[in-house]
């Protein structure tokens, strides 16, 4: 809209700057009406044609729209620049809420990531179905991180993020610190690449190879855990596989056992903790149409 109006002045101004230069140059050589007209017309083209062109520069418009401004210093953050290099879909999805926070809300460019984060979070743990073992547990302690926060914050809240639920937004700004944040944003990144990479089959196959018994078994032991420290009901719907669906309990009890289990799977040889912490975390996300037709790591 702002380069609307300016093309639209651009004209008459031009047409005072030629006409100014006109008159001037008048005073010391009288002109006829045919020399007026035609000294006229020239100058306000070439002053149209420069204060066109120097409207369309990329300095100009960085300093005009606000919009372009904005863009420069998104494609800038190492974030948001990954995901728009190796995930046309996630990047425009995080690109209209990025946008919306920062043009429209007037956010920070730090506290419009920080209360994106959920939706980063999503998108992490899709992700985590092609990323290599060390993005992996990276990312499975991270969460972990990320639920301690929560519950020192809010229990309630840290409830409400291992159900995937919404946050407050003043919980986001006031339960991650700035480097917690960034902590979170770096192990982002690790998976990005990795799926990446993952999904291109360029990944070396993960050694050593665990068998699916191996894995129930350490399922079978975390849950006997789980249920001494909680409860049997509470370790039962932990180890189902759609544990988003956990119904309404006591929330601390709930932010606790999550973070028991994985901190317990981290526990495990690296072999097995990362098959347990991404069917845990990668069971839990929402699908994408962008990676519609791959098949996950096992």
């Not at 380069?3 to 008459?12: A, E, G, R, T, Y």
């Not at 008048?26 to 002053?47: K, T, W």
């Not at 849950?223 to 009901?233: I, K, P």
């Not at 526990?267 to 912490?277: D, F, G, S, T």
């Amino acid at each position: 809209m702002m380069s609307f109006w300016l093309d639209l002045l651009l004209m008459p101004a031009a047409g005072s700057i030629a006409g100014i230069v006109i008159w001037a140059l008048s005073r010391r050589h009288p002109f006829n009406d045919h020399e007026l007209l035609a000294g006229f017309s020239s100058l306000l083209l070439v002053f149209t044609l420069i204060g066109w062109g120097t409207s369309q520069s990329h300095f100009a418009r960085r300093h005009i729209d606000p919009r372009v401004r904005i863009q420069d210093e998104l494609d800038a953050h190492p974030l948001y620049a990954t995901i728009k290099r190796l995930a046309p879909n996630d990047y425009k999805q995080l690109h209209d809420v990025l946008m919306h926070r920062l043009l429209i809300e007037g956010q920070t460019m730090e506290e419009a990531f920080r209360q994106t984060r959920p939706l980063l979070t999503q998108q992490g743990n899709y992700r985590l179905g092609w990323a290599d073992r060390s993005s992996t547990l990276a990312w499975a302690q991270v969460t972990v991180d990320s639920f301690k926060a929560l519950q020192s914050y809010d229990p309630a809240e840290c409830y409400r993020a291992t159900k995937g639920q919404p946050l407050a937004p003043q919980t986001l700004s006031a339960a991650f610190s700035t480097e917690a944040n960034q902590m979170f944003q770096q192990a982002l990144i690790d998976v990005y690449v990795s799926a990446d990479q993952g999904l291109r089959n360029e990944l070396p196959p993960e050694t050593p190879r665990i068998e699916l018994t191996e894995i129930q078994k350490e399922y079978r032991l975390i849950r006997e855990e789980l249920a001494q420290q909680f409860g049997d009901q509470v370790a039962r719907q932990l180890l189902r596989s759609d544990p988003m669906q956990l119904p309404i309990t006591e929330a601390p009890i709930v932010c606790a056992a999550n973070i028991a289990q994985l901190e317990a799977f981290l526990e495990r040889p690296p072999a097995i903790a990362v098959r347990l912490a991404r069917g845990t975390l990668y069971t839990n996300a929402p699908r994408s149409e962008a990676l519609h037709g791959n098949k996950p790591l096992q």
